[in-house]
């Protein structure tokens, strides 16, 4: 019998729900941690080229930039000052004369692109960015405010202001890193639709059987040992397990040249994946500045960022110590707390919940 190869096929949007599940439950933090999520400031030049390529070429409705593709896959966080809705709203008329279309079609995609991004409103002073260009100040204080990694755009005013400038070349490096990593995280997760085995979470449930077991007292051990004894010391027991045994056997032989073909594949896919997520990793934070070490307060921020709904201080507290922050103090809850109450970045809810301050 002759089996088709089948071609695993997943999604860099599969790698989104896996981020926010690895806020959510910390224990899936060690297989999720090491994947990178860039803040992004994106400005009115870059949001006019979006909206330009949408309108005038794209072919198909479901077709994305690279950069539409990397927010959708929670690679990058896209954020904006609120000013940015100004000035795209003022040109949005302007856009479909260019592009040949109407204004509604112009505004549905701008109301489309424009619920990726996350708004905020930048409470600082940006005077020192003002003799530079005006419009670029609260571009320029959201991102020393948020702690953003890149401000894509394509005005050279911003490199003269000092900001880490993304510029077009790296937006299918961030789509090919989404890409692969999410290949990469689900064969990790064993949760591939092709059924692919996952090694890595066989030996983590191999590795809690052998701790629970452990865990048990002399006596608990003892019962067990002796269970399994008088299983195999009673034929008809015994005859019992062999039968079974026997049957996952013979369904594995027969299965064998479909796994075989399935693995082949699978083996492949996942080694392109592997290189092309190393790769564009690399390229990645190559264009990185460099940090100091990471205070709470960052921490804080990127989790607000992150959350899609507004958490506790003692939430928030929780998912710093699973993103990889160190704290010995019996009272970081407390602490969190002292850090959003005295940042005029956060405000709370009326039920007691944090989140970052966005236009009213």
């Known amino acids: 019998m002759v089996h088709e190869k089948v071609r695993l096929t997943i999604p860099s949007d599969a790698l989104r729900p896996l ?28 949001v006019h080229r979006e909206l330009r390529w949408r309108l005038r070429w794209r072919n198909k409705p479901q077709a994305r930039t690279s950069l539409h593709e990397a927010i959708d896959s929670g690679v990058v966080i896209a954020v904006a000052p609120t000013f940015l809705k100004q000035e795209i709203e003022k040109y949005l008329a302007e856009i479909a ?3 040949g279309t109407s204004i509604d079609d112009a505004t549905a995609e701008w109301h489309r692109f424009e619920s990726l991004i996350h708004f905020y409103e930048p409470n600082g002073d940006g005077g020192r960015f003002a003799s530079v260009d005006p419009k670029d100040a609260s571009y320029m204080m959201t991102a020393e405010e948020l702690g953003a990694h890149f401000v894509r755009t394509c005005d050279p005013h911003f490199q003269e202001m000092g900001a880490n400038v993304m510029g077009r070349e790296l937006e299918p490096v961030l789509r090919d890193y989404a890409r692969s990593t999410s290949v990469l995280i689900m064969i990790k997760l064993g949760s591939t639709a092709a059924l692919t085995f996952s090694i890595e979470v066989f030996v983590e449930a191999i590795r809690g059987i052998t701790q629970m077991i452990r865990k048990l007292p002399p006596a608990g051990r003892l ?8 299983v195999f010391l009673y034929p008809a027991s015994r005859e019992k397990v062999m039968q079974w045994l026997k049957a996952i056997w013979n369904r594995l032989r027969e299965a064998k040249p479909v796994l075989v073909s399935l693995s082949q594949e699978a083996l492949k896919y996942v080694a392109e994946a592997s290189l092309t997520s190393k790769t564009s990793s690399e390229a990645i934070k190559s264009r990185l500045r460099d940090h100091k070490k990471q205070t709470a307060l960052y921490h804080v921020r990127l989790i607000c960022l992150r959350a899609t709904e507004p958490l506790s201080a003692d939430e928030i507290a929780q998912r710093i110590i699973a993103n990889g922050y160190c704290s010995r103090s019996k009272t970081f809850t407390a ?3 002292r850090l959003l109450s005295k940042d005029h970045r956060f405000v709370t809810t009326s039920d007691g919940l944090w989140m970052l301050r966005t236009a009213a």
């Open 19 to 46: 981020l926010h599940l690895r806020d959510e439950v910390p224990a899936l933090g060690h297989l999720l941690n090491g994947v990178l999520q860039i803040v992004v400031v994106v400005d009115a030049s870059a």
């Open 97 to 99: 004369t260019a592009t």
């Open 335 to 337: 602490y969190v707390r």
């Open 223 to 230: 019962m067990l040992v002796a269970a399994i004894a008088i």
